[in-house]
């Protein structure tokens, strides 16, 4: 189930299929030229100029919030929690993605998550988010989810989010660069219970 998706490193992935689709990449060297770019919300480590311009062709479509929108180069279209939009075959549907009782993404500031629909599959980026009401509502075959603490879920949270949303697979995320470590990660698959791949970093 983990076909043609990618971990590269932090909170970024790509995904291989019809169409080559990144999510928040960052840090990356380059890489597959990019159809489709979905952007998540405006922090540094998600919203990065210098790796999407390695990835950005003139065709390349740049998904996000209003608050990233205008910082592009090339076609952008803003996408709120609830709406979707289609691109070439590729449905992105956004989805809430904040925190409750920290200061880091408050709500109101329009942080994504997506379900993007490639392939006959539909796949989860849960974004930079704590454990929120609105996932149970989250229809999905893969789900990527934030696992390390301090800004987004901690393991155990993501694994109580796992079993809202129930998965046919769940892949941890965002630990091992900024925060949260590889043990993050494998607390997340020691008590999840849907079943868990724990993807190596893509060098890209």
């Given at each position: 189930?983990?076909?043609?998706?990618?971990?590269?490193?932090?909170?970024?992935?790509?995904?291989?299929?019809?169409?080559?689709?990144?999510?928040?990449?960052?840090?990356?060297?380059?890489?597959?030229?990019a159809d489709i770019?979905?952007?998540?919300?405006?922090?540094?480590?998600?919203?990065?100029?210098?790796?999407?311009?390695?990835?950005?062709?003139?065709?390349?479509?740049?998904?996000?919030?209003?608050?990233?929108?205008?910082?592009?180069?090339?076609?952008?279209?803003?996408?709120?929690?609830?709406?979707?939009?289609?691109?070439?075959?590729?449905?992105?549907?956004?989805?809430?993605?904040?925190?409750?009782?920290?200061?880091?993404?408050?709500?109101?500031?329009g942080g994504l998550?997506?379900?993007?629909?490639?392939?006959?599959?539909?796949?989860?980026?849960?974004?930079?988010?704590?454990?929120?009401?609105?996932?149970?509502?989250?229809?999905?075959?893969?789900?990527?989810?934030?696992?390390?603490?301090?800004?987004?879920?901690?393991?155990?949270?993501?694994?109580?989010?796992?079993?809202?949303?129930?998965?046919?697979?769940?892949?941890?995320?965002?630990?091992?660069?900024?925060?949260g470590s590889r043990?993050?990660?494998?607390?997340?698959?020691?008590?999840?219970?849907?079943?868990?791949?724990?993807?190596?970093?893509?060098?890209?």
């Amino acid at each position: 189930m983990t076909e043609g998706i990618h971990w590269l490193g932090h909170a970024g992935f790509r995904i291989d299929g019809e169409k080559t689709i990144y999510i928040d990449p960052y840090k990356i060297r380059g890489g597959p030229k990019a159809d489709i770019v979905c952007i998540s919300h405006p922090h540094y480590d998600h919203c990065s100029l210098s790796a999407i311009e390695r990835i950005q062709t003139e065709g390349t479509v740049i998904v996000t919030c209003e608050a990233c929108a205008g910082k592009f180069k090339g076609r952008a279209r803003v996408l709120k929690a609830g709406d979707s939009v289609t691109i070439e075959g590729v449905t992105i549907e956004g989805v809430p993605a904040y925190n409750i009782g920290k200061p880091f993404h408050p709500r109101g500031e329009g942080g994504l998550g997506f379900v993007i629909v490639t392939g006959g599959r539909r796949v989860y980026f849960a974004g930079d988010t704590d454990l929120i009401p609105e996932m149970a509502a989250v229809k999905a075959d893969v789900a990527l989810l934030p696992v390390s603490g301090v800004y987004v879920m901690s393991a155990d949270e993501a694994a109580e989010a796992a079993g809202r949303i129930r998965p046919g697979l769940a892949i941890p995320m965002h630990y091992g660069t900024i925060v949260g470590s590889r043990s993050d990660a494998a607390r997340f698959k020691e008590c999840c219970p849907v079943p868990v791949e724990i993807l190596e970093k893509e060098e890209g």
